[in-house]
């Protein structure tokens, strides 16, 4: 899933944790993408391109088993949570980082093409629904109406919702081979591509955490009742 939906699954969290800032959501929500960036700037993961770069099928994530496996991200969202909950005592904060690692996960598991393995050193099965390879306009489809999605359900606000939309359709020639932009420069250039969706990481974040403060979303009478039970009980974090 592209940049600006994984920072939109935080507005999903934060809809359900509203106690836990939106700095710890937002983070967790893309920690996977992160360390795959720090990993190919390493050379320790593998991004490989086709010699043309039409759309998101030119793209292979060809060897990603740290940042992008079934089990690593399992393990990583336990560790996180039973840390901070168990660690630190601060449970909510901790099921709601735990919730966000695992997000990332879920949704490339959607989207991507067969590219996610199960554990480090197994090359096989490769999971992934294959949309980015077999169907990208149909992945933009569904990626479209996911962050919308997200957004309906924060209930945020219209500025929020014109960067969903515009970020979503910024993304739009690399789903379509139809449509010619700057994917073709990517060609040959994995690194390069790297550092783009290092920016776009960057760049959603913090324009989905500025925007959310915004967000015509008040608790409702039962989700602040439920708020100051747990606050008066020390659970909120
Ligand atoms: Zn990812």
Request: charged share 10%.
């Amino acid at each position: 899933m592209f940049a600006i939906d994984h920072a939109a699954t935080a507005l999903l969290i934060k809809r359900r944790y509203h106690a836990v800032p939106m700095a710890p959501i937002l983070i967790s929500v893309q920690a996977m993408e992160l360390a795959w960036v720090a990993l190919n700037y390493l050379g320790v993961e593998r991004t490989t391109t086709n010699s043309i770069v039409r759309s998101v099928a030119d793209i292979h994530l060809a060897y990603m088993p740290y940042s992008h496996s079934v089990g690593s991200a399992i393990v990583a969202a336990l560790a996180v949570w039973l840390i901070i909950e168990k660690g630190f005592r601060r449970p909510v904060l901790g099921r709601a980082i735990g919730l966000g690692i695992l997000s990332h996960l879920i949704l490339d598991l959607l989207t991507h093409g067969h590219d996610i393995v199960l554990w480090p050193g197994l090359a096989s099965p490769r999971l992934g629904l294959g949309l980015y390879e077999a169907a990208p306009f149909a992945a933009f489809i569904v990626e479209f109406v996911y962050g919308v999605l997200c957004w309906g359900i924060y209930r945020g606000s219209r500025g929020l919702l014109a960067l969903i939309v515009i970020c979503n359709l910024a993304n739009l020639s690399f789903f379509s081979a139809a449509i010619p932009g700057p994917e073709s420069y990517l060609a040959g250039r994995p690194l390069l591509l790297v550092t783009v969706i290092l920016v776009q990481i960057v760049v959603t974040l913090v324009f989905v955490g500025t925007l959310a403060r915004r967000a015509t979303f008040r608790p409702s009478a039962n989700s602040a009742l439920q708020l100051g039970r747990q606050i008066s009980t020390g659970s909120a974090s």
